[in-house]
């Protein structure tokens, strides 16, 4: 079994445990929250051995094999070297970092730290849908680009309408649309199409200074990817990929819940695969997969093309942030 210690007691994290559950492939060793409560309502609730409200504390003592960091994005890079550098692997909630340097950060502690695995959980890219969608896109002769929308409005943004700021709306901690909702199409492009040319973003702003939804356009070689992303609004638009008599279309860029396949006379293939008891279980069984057997060819080229993924995504994000001169504290050293 996985000894795994978490960060954060979110929403995300409850879903998180929930699915290391499902797996039976990890075990939940150690909780850490900055609060004793909140730390051991969790900890209790989800029957971990122990809670913490030290990290540094947790990573030395609860012998763990991985950490899974669900904390404000600015936060990400410190607490994933701080792992890295106790040779504890590392899951994270995406957006991984928040820029280039902090990528390259992770990356020279890896190559100090060969054993330890770094991975970044983005859900839409390791379901049974994507593969299918994968493959779809495989066989279409000719690729003429695509819409992805993924628009969810957030409770959080009535706090920012009332004044407030919550993390996941302010710069100070690396948030806003594009850093949240945002990552998972600007996965799947990169996923499906490779890393894009040049990039253009044109966010609209909030009241705290950060992008309350967007516009991204990824420019490819023979075709443009328009993404279109938000949490101030809802959307209930499917995305496209376009061939030339065929179209490709998908429920949400970010759930990827459904896949059709529609022809020229407009008939329709249904390509979805059987819904999932948990939207995170396919990740943490990949993770499972090669920390369990990190020796395997195939364990390892998937990682390692995951990896290559991630640092894709954190270059694509950072483009798209710099073309609307759209910068967070934590770029001032770049």
Same mark, same amino acid.
């Given at each position: 079994m996985i000894r795994i210690g978490t960060v954060g007691t979110n929403w995300i994290t409850q879903q998180l445990v929930?699915?290391?559950?499902?797996?039976?492939?990890?075990?939940?060793?150690?909780?850490?929250?900055?609060?004793?409560?909140?730390?051991?309502?969790?900890?209790?609730?989800?029957?971990?051995?122990?809670?913490y409200t030290d990290y540094q504390e947790m990573l030395q003592t609860a012998n763990l094999d991985v950490v899974y960091i669900a904390s404000p994005n600015s936060l990400h890079v410190e607490q994933a070297l701080a792992a890295i550098q106790q040779d504890i692997s590392v899951i994270v909630e995406k957006p991984a970092v928040s820029n280039s340097n902090e990528m390259a950060a992770v990356m020279a502690a890896l190559a100090?730290?060969?054993?330890?695995?770094?991975?970044e959980a983005a859900r839409n890219v390791h379901t049974p849908n994507f593969l299918t969608l994968q493959q779809a896109v495989a066989e279409l002769p000719t690729l003429q680009?695509?819409?992805?929308?993924?628009?969810?409005?957030?409770?959080?943004?009535? &706090?920012?309408?009332?004044g407030q700021r919550p993390n996941v709306f302010t710069k100070e901690f690396s948030g806003g649309a594009l850093q949240d909702l945002g990552v998972y199409p600007i996965y799947l492009a990169v996923a499906l199409f490779g890393q894009p040319a040049n990039v253009s973003y044109f966010p609209t702003l909030i009241a705290t200074g950060a992008d309350g939804k967007g516009l991204a356009v990824l420019r490819y070689g023979d075709f443009d990817v328009t993404v279109n992303f938000g949490k101030t609004s809802n959307s209930y638009s499917w995305s496209e990929i376009y061939g030339l008599k065929e179209t490709l279309s998908l429920d949400s860029a970010g759930e990827l819940t459904q896949v059709r396949r529609y022809a020229?006379?407009? &008939?329709?293939?249904?390509?979805? &695969?059987?819904?999932?008891?948990?939207p995170m279980l396919p990740e943490v069984q990949d993770f499972a997969r090669v920390l369990l057997n990190p020796e395997d060819p195939q364990n390892m080229g998937d990682y390692r093309r995951w990896l290559r993924w991630s640092q894709q995504v954190n270059q694509v994000l950072y483009a798209l942030r710099v073309t609307a001169n759209l910068r967070f504290p934590a770029d001032e050293n770049d």
């Open positions: 929930e699915a290391l559950a499902l797996s039976h492939q990890y075990t939940l060793a150690a909780v850490y929250s900055r609060h004793s409560e909140t730390a051991q309502a969790f900890a209790t609730k989800n029957h971990a051995e122990t809670s100090k730290h060969p054993n330890v695995r770094f991975f680009g695509a819409s992805l929308t993924y628009m969810k409005y957030s409770s959080r943004y009535d &706090q920012v309408l009332a020229d006379d407009g &008939q329709e293939t249904d390509l979805t &695969q059987p819904a999932l008891e948990n």
